[in-house]
């Protein structure tokens, strides 16, 4: 079976470290090209070519100011993957909270030990 398309969808997209960090970047605020070269010290083709990818799937919008370009976050295009990862949430909790649990029992451990440990 062939690949999707990483222009496919969100998920595609993202699944690439550069786009991931482009997105980083762009979580801050708008950049123009020249400034994510620099930030993610990567060639301008390579961050021309992730920003293409990541606008045919909506993650990154543009804005011209005259002469520049200016990248931005469409954090909006990626409410598929928050709503996807929510899913396994109820997961996590019930892990942290047995974390939780563990971690106090053994304050409460070493705390008994140490008064233990002082009595004459």
Known sequence: MARAPTTADAFNAVAEPQRRRILDVLASGEHTVTAL???????????????????DVGAVGVREDG??????????????????????ERFWSVRFDRL????????????HDERAENRP
């Open 100 to 111: 939780d649990t563990v971690i106090e029992d053994l304050k409460q451990q070493d705390h």
């Open 37 to 55: 070269v620099e930030e993610l010290a990567l060639t301008q083709p390579q961050v021309s070519k992730h920003l293409r990818v990541l606008r």
């Open 67 to 88: 002469r520049h370009r200016l990248y931005r976050l469409n954090a909006e295009a990626l409410k598929p993957i928050h709503d996807w990862v929510g899913r396994y």
